[in-house]
């Protein structure tokens, strides 16, 4: 039976890392999180926000997903848009979710990161 989420997983391009860590450490404010030594050999970063688990593995052929991302959700969507934002990230709104507040964002590579609040 399934009981919970371990973790979403993302790619990036080979040679990524310090670009990874300025968005997802220095922008998201998310922690980063130690790779096993047996999987730190195959590059990339893993990073932790509360109960979130975010990893981002290295695609020698990279290419961005177009509609898949994980949903995020977050409190104070409003300041949280405008750290980011100020500290050089898209923030793109969308009213389309009844009972919610979202916006999308994009880290350096092109994967798409959806961010709500529930609104009741």
Known sequence: MIS???????????GSEERLRAYYLDILGM????????????GGCWFEAGALRLHIGIEADFRPARKAHPGITVTGIEDFARRISARGATVTWDDNLPGHRRFYSEDPFGNRLEFLEPTT
């Not at 919970?4 to 080979?14: F, G, N, R, Y």
């Not at 922690?31 to 195959?42: C, G, N, S």
């Open 4 to 14: 919970s989420l371990d973790h979403v997983q993302l790619a990036a391009p080979p």
């Open 31 to 42: 922690a980063e999180a130690d790779k096993p030594p047996a999987l730190a050999t195959r």
